[in-house]
Nanobody
């Protein structure tokens, strides 16, 4: 089906920037929505940003104006540009794809997660 591979996490100082990437691979699929979620230690996994196949985007209030989600449909890749990072953005960031597989809708795949650490 679909495999997601993330990259771009790391350690950055507060106020800095990082760019995450997530590439989908496989066969027989068509991506609908792709998004980023994050999970801080001891907390639940929450939506950060999502983009649909018709380029509708949605952001968590905590990241609006600082993060930008974008998508390269030809490469089945989604990006998350994170600017003005804060220590509270520290978390494991996960990519998620909702896709059709051989015409059947509503399959979901998750990436393995990439750690973002923001130091104060």
């Amino acid at each position: 089906q679909v495999q997601l591979v993330e990259s771009g996490g790391g350690l950055v100082q507060a106020g800095g920037s990082l760019r995450l990437s997530c590439a989908a691979s496989g066969s027989g699929f068509s991506i609908n929505a792709m998004g980023w979620y994050r999970q801080a230690p001891g907390k639940q996994r929450d939506l950060v940003a999502i983009t649909t196949s018709d380029s509708i985007t949605n952001y968590a209030d905590a990241v609006k104006g600082r993060f930008t989600i974008s998508r390269d449909n030809a490469k089945n890749t989604v990006y998350l540009q994170m600017n003005s990072l804060k220590p509270e953005d520290t978390a494991v960031y996960y990519c998620k794809a909702n896709y059709l597989y051989r015409g059947i809708p509503n399959f979901n795949a998750w990436g393995q997660g990439t750690l973002v650490t923001v130091s104060s």
